[in-house]
């Protein structure tokens, strides 16, 4: 039973470069989560999606950010254009949990994306 | 607004002490959840528990327990007899069941422990 794919692994990019963060959910899934993991933050929620649509973006840092999910089983976040304090690292979660919350099932983590903006 | 409060960064045992990680959390819902999870060096984040407002029951698992108490808004976790794998970073989260709120997780900002031989 597959859990959450993430990829890359790891990414190191120069600042002002487009990067592309991708996540394949848990099949029957119907939450997806990105979360940002730093030293000085923690982690952090960026975005949430239930059934595709984007729930809550106020994690969201800035307009260089933006994140999609076009079907049940992939979705990306991208940062136009990346900057040295986007380092850190990315978390993609997915969950059987509804809109209104009522079953709160335990999110699913994938290995996450380290990333590193030179 | 929630919040979670893990105030022990970090904490070292010798290998089979207990070990307690306490957290505290704040929230005006009266409908939420509580969760743990570990991560261990490797990076994942890996469930270990989750538990709503309206269960105190103290829960079991092995060498590890949970003590819930909504009088004092905490939740924490005790490993029994510590093993230098349970070396990790821990988080404890909180998650308010309401419209919009999904299962959307707030973390505390960890404790990592160390068990050393």
């Known amino acids: 039973d597959a859990g959450v794919i993430q990829s890359p692994r790891h990414e190191v990019t120069e600042m002002g470069q487009e990067v592309t963060l991708r996540c394949k959910p848990i099949?029957?899934?119907?939450?997806l989560f990105w979360y940002r993991q730093t030293m000085m933050r923690g982690l952090e929620l960026l975005i949430y999606?239930?059934?595709?649509?984007?729930?809550?973006d106020s994690g969201m840092p800035e307009d260089r950010f933006s994140a999609k999910m076009p079907n049940a089983s992939f979705s990306t976040l991208k940062i136009q254009p990346s900057e040295p304090r986007d380092s850190a690292v990315y978390f993609c979660?997915?969950?059987?949990?509804?809109?209104?919350?009522?079953?709160?099932?335990?999110?699913?983590f994938g290995s996450g994306t380290q990333l590193s903006v030179l | 607004a929630q919040k979670v409060t893990q105030a022990q960064t970090e904490i070292s045992v010798v290998e089979k002490e207990d070990v307690t990680l306490d957290c505290v959390y704040e929230?005006?819902?009266?409908?939420?959840?509580l969760f743990w999870y570990k991560q261990p060096p490797s990076g994942e984040l890996v469930f270990l528990i989750r538990?709503?407002?309206?269960?105190?029951q103290n829960e079991i698992s092995g060498r590890y327990s949970w003590n819930f108490q909504k009088s004092t808004s905490s939740f924490n976790f005790t490993i029994t007899a510590s093993q230098v794998v349970d070396s990790a970073v821990y988080f404890c989260a909180l998650s308010e069941a309401r419209r919009g709120g999904g299962n959307k997780l707030t973390f505390g900002t960890g404790t990592q422990l160390k068990v050393e031989l």
């Open positions: 979660a997915s969950s059987q949990g509804t809109e209104y919350g009522e079953k709160n099932e335990k999110l699913f």
């Open positions: 929230t005006r819902d009266t409908t939420y959840y």
């Open positions: 099949s029957g899934h119907n939450s």
């Open positions: 538990r709503n407002s309206f269960d105190e």
């Open positions: 999606f239930n059934n595709n649509v984007p729930i809550d």
